[in-house]
Every structure is written in structure tokens, then in C-alpha cells.
């Protein structure tokens, strides 16, 4: 079988190349022609051999108002595509021998490859999915107590907008036990507007929230439970258990970061809602 290779066309340079059989060969760039021979033409092989040179990282922009999503929420941002970097090919032709013996390494300018380096992007009104966050306009706290809120006086409970039942100090879970504390199954609960589904579970932090376990500036993760005619775009408003109860502490900060977690389905079992989280 026939190897094809590569071939000088000018044969000055290959007299140059035979008199260095050294192993430390320099690299030279001269503007030379080829074209492919078969192997009983020339005394002299010529191969091609590349080098990947990695160019720098991706960069990270923030391009709102280019990237909207068709099922977009415009308060939420979120990947749009991610970056890779870019490479430089760069192509050379070693001439050996006969005898397998390197008699130049030569770089072929022209052959050059650059695949340029493109940025990570990231924009607003996208949809609500795992992964995308959100900054808050506002963040304020409500009870079950709450001014318009529909409560039974006499046993100090009320219900939320996804049927979860709630009271001073104590939230109904999955199971239909009465947990002590302001959580279901673990999750502080939220009310947001409707753009962000009922049972979606977030993680909420740069905060200065305190109170019932939550400590300012640590994470946490929420559920939403509820609604509210003054929530609004991209406002959270905090269960505290009881309007007048003053253990939960807002802070200074008015706004706090979401980022959505989990998005999970609303049940319902002889008459009871659940959340399947």
C-alpha cells in the first residue's frame, strides 16, 4: 500500500534540511510550496503535525434585554449559553530521512488556525427553571394573623394560597402532624406573585434576616406557599408566624437574592394540599 506524503518542491531547502540530523532542531519559518508525492519519489518524508494552543478563558456578560425567552419572566436572569475557549492551531512539517531520522521542524504560517474564545452570557426574562435567580425589589413579613388575611380567631390558624394550613408558631405538614416553628417540611415559606409557580422551592440569600433558625447572611431555602394582592413582580414576602410575634427580624437590607432550586407539584388527597416535595 502507497503512504502519500508531503514533498519539497524546492530542493535547496532539502539539501539544507540533510545537513541537520541533530535531535535539538529549531524551527524555522520559510514560505515554502508542497504538494503530495508517493514514498518512491523522494528520499525525504514530510509529515504534518499540530499543536493546540489554548487561548484564554471564557468571560462572563450580562446582556439584558437581547436574550428573551418566549416563556420568559422579565424580573428573572439566568444562563443563556456557556462559553468555551478558544484555540490556536498551529500546523508544522517535519522532514525525516530515510532513515527515520528528524532533519527539520518547520512552522507553516499560513496554515494557522484561530478559534476565538467566546464569552458566557447570561440575561434577564428568562423562564422560571432550576438554576435561574432573581433580586428582589423588596422583602417584607406576614403572619397568618395578617390584615385581610382569612384566619380562624379561635384557634389561632389560617390557610395559605397553595392549602396549607398555618398558624401561630406552627405550619401543617405533609404527613397531617402540626410541626412547632414557621417551616414546611424543612422549608421557611414565602409568598411571591404568581410568575413563580406555588411549591417552587428557592434558596434565598444576601440577607439580613434573623430569627426562628435563619441567621443573617446565611442561605437559606424557602418554599412557596402563599400569595398576596400587595406581591408583585419580583417581591418576597417572609411567613413569620403571628403579625405580633418579634422573633423574626428583617434588618436593614430591603432586598434578598433567589435562586430557584426545585420546581414541584401541588397534590391533593381527600380534600388536602399538599406540596410533593
Given at each position: 500500500?502507497?503512504?502519500?506524503?508531503?514533498?519539497?518542491?524546492?530542493?535547496?531547502?532539502l539539501s539544507a534540511c540533510a545537513t541537520s540530523a541533530d535531535s535539538s532542531i529549531d524551527v524555522v519559518y520559510p514560505s515554502v510550496d508542497f504538494e503530495i508525492e508517493t514514498l518512491e519519489s523522494k528520499p525525504y518524508i514530510i509529515e504534518i503535525e499540530e499543536e493546540y494552543i489554548p487561548l484564554d478563558s471564557?468571560?462572563?456578560?450580562?446582556?439584558?434585554?437581547?436574550?428573551?425567552?418566549?416563556?420568559?419572566?422579565?424580573?428573572?436572569?439566568?444562563?443563556?449559553?456557556?462559553?468555551?475557549?478558544?484555540?490556536?492551531?498551529?500546523?508544522?512539517?517535519?522532514?525525516?530521512?530515510?532513515?527515520?531520522?528528524?532533519?527539520?521542524?518547520?512552522?507553516?504560517?499560513?496554515?494557522?488556525?484561530?478559534?476565538?474564545?467566546?464569552?458566557?452570557?447570561?440575561?434577564?426574562?428568562?423562564?422560571?427553571?432550576?438554576?435561574?435567580?432573581?433580586?428582589?425589589?423588596?422583602?417584607?413579613?406576614?403572619?397568618?394573623?395578617?390584615?385581610?388575611?382569612?384566619?380562624?380567631?379561635?384557634?389561632?390558624?389560617?390557610?395559605?394560597?397553595?392549602?396549607?394550613?398555618?398558624?401561630?408558631?406552627?405550619?401543617?405538614?405533609?404527613?397531617?402532624?402540626?410541626?412547632?416553628?414557621?417551616?414546611?417540611?424543612?422549608?421557611?415559606?414565602?409568598?411571591?406573585?404568581?410568575?413563580?409557580?406555588?411549591?417552587?422551592?428557592?434558596?434565598?440569600?444576601?440577607?439580613?434576616?434573623?430569627?426562628?433558625?435563619?441567621?443573617?447572611?446565611?442561605?437559606?431555602?424557602?418554599?412557596?406557599?402563599?400569595?398576596?394582592?400587595?406581591?408583585?413582580?419580583?417581591?418576597?414576602?417572609?411567613?413569620?408566624?403571628?403579625?405580633?410575634?418579634?422573633?423574626?427580624?428583617?434588618?436593614?437590607?430591603?432586598?434578598?437574592?433567589?435562586?430557584?432550586?426545585?420546581?414541584?407539584?401541588?397534590?391533593?388527597?381527600?380534600?388536602?394540599?399538599?406540596?410533593?416535595?
Amino acid at each position: 500500500m502507497k503512504k502519500f506524503i508531503l514533498a519539497f518542491a524546492m530542493m535547496g531547502f532539502l539539501s539544507a534540511c540533510a545537513t541537520s540530523a541533530d535531535s535539538s532542531i529549531d524551527v524555522v519559518y520559510p514560505s515554502v510550496d508542497f504538494e503530495i508525492e508517493t514514498l518512491e519519489s523522494k528520499p525525504y518524508i514530510i509529515e504534518i503535525e499540530e499543536e493546540y494552543i489554548p487561548l484564554d478563558s471564557p468571560t462572563v456578560e450580562v446582556q439584558n434585554g437581547q436574550h428573551h425567552h418566549p416563556n420568559g419572566v422579565s424580573f428573572v436572569s439566568g444562563l443563556v449559553s456557556e462559553g468555551e475557549a478558544g484555540t490556536v492551531i498551529k500546523k508544522y512539517a517535519l522532514a525525516y530521512n530515510m532513515h527515520g531520522v528528524l532533519l527539520s521542524k518547520t512552522e507553516l504560517p499560513d496554515e494557522e488556525v484561530v478559534i476565538e474564545t467566546t464569552p458566557t452570557i447570561y440575561a434577564d426574562y428568562q423562564p422560571v427553571v432550576s438554576g435561574n435567580y432573581y433580586t428582589s425589589s423588596r422583602v417584607t413579613r406576614y403572619g397568618y394573623d395578617c390584615y385581610g388575611c382569612n384566619h380562624d380567631t379561635t384557634t389561632q390558624r389560617g390557610g395559605t394560597s397553595a392549602g396549607i394550613q398555618i398558624g401561630y408558631n406552627e405550619v401543617r405538614q405533609k404527613d397531617g402532624s402540626w410541626s412547632e416553628g414557621i417551616t414546611y417540611e424543612g422549608y421557611y415559606i414565602i409568598a411571591t406573585s404568581q410568575s413563580i409557580p406555588l411549591c417552587t422551592v428557592v434558596e434565598i440569600s444576601n440577607h439580613t434576616i434573623s430569627g426562628y433558625g435563619i441567621q443573617s447572611g446565611v442561605p437559606f431555602k424557602a418554599i412557596v406557599l402563599d400569595r398576596g394582592g400587595a406581591i408583585t413582580g419580583s417581591k418576597v414576602d417572609l411567613f413569620i408566624g403571628s403579625e405580633s410575634d418579634p422573633t423574626v427580624k428583617m434588618g436593614r437590607k430591603k432586598t434578598l437574592d433567589v435562586e430557584i432550586i426545585s420546581l414541584n407539584k401541588r397534590t391533593r388527597t381527600n380534600g388536602v394540599f399538599n406540596c410533593n416535595v
